[in-house]
Nanobody, 131 residues
């Protein structure tokens, strides 16, 4: 199984940018669908962006055009480039992984419908956007 560690969080003013990274160990990223989730205080965790092995992607509507998810299977890294940040982007951001078989069994990274039930999670990194 894969172990995930996020980095790159911090504080930024509205309109600024941050880049989050998630480094995996224990298995190769090419065996997984990958995603970023976030959880703001008092709110449920929500999917932000997801990417499958063939680099098909999905974004939640509120970040489309501002966030970009990317993966490097050779380096076992998953990135989230965030631009034009807003105070409502403030949250703890988590990277997540789901084995390819389970991911594809569930229909893969689809543009609509529920997000896959990811199996592996990082510890999270705080992103704070001030107005």
């Amino acid at each position: 199984q894969v172990q995930l560690v996020e980095s790159g969080g911090g504080s930024v003013q509205a309109g600024g940018s941050l880049r989050l990274s998630c480094t995996g160990s224990g298995d190769t990223y090419s065996n997984y669908c990958l995603a970023w989730f976030r959880q703001a205080p008092g709110k449920p965790r929500e999917g932000v962006a997801a990417i499958d092995r063939d680099e098909a992607t999905r974004y939640t509507d509120s970040v489309k055009g501002r966030f970009t998810i990317s993966r490097d299977n050779a380096q076992n890294t998953l990135d989230l480039q965030m631009a034009s940040l807003k105070p409502e982007d403030t949250a703890v951001y988590y990277c997540a992984a789901l084995g390819l078989y389970d991911c594809w069994l569930g229909g893969g990274i689809r543009q609509v419908g529920p997000w896959p039930d990811f199996s592996y999670w990082g510890q999270g990194t705080q992103v704070t956007v001030s107005s």
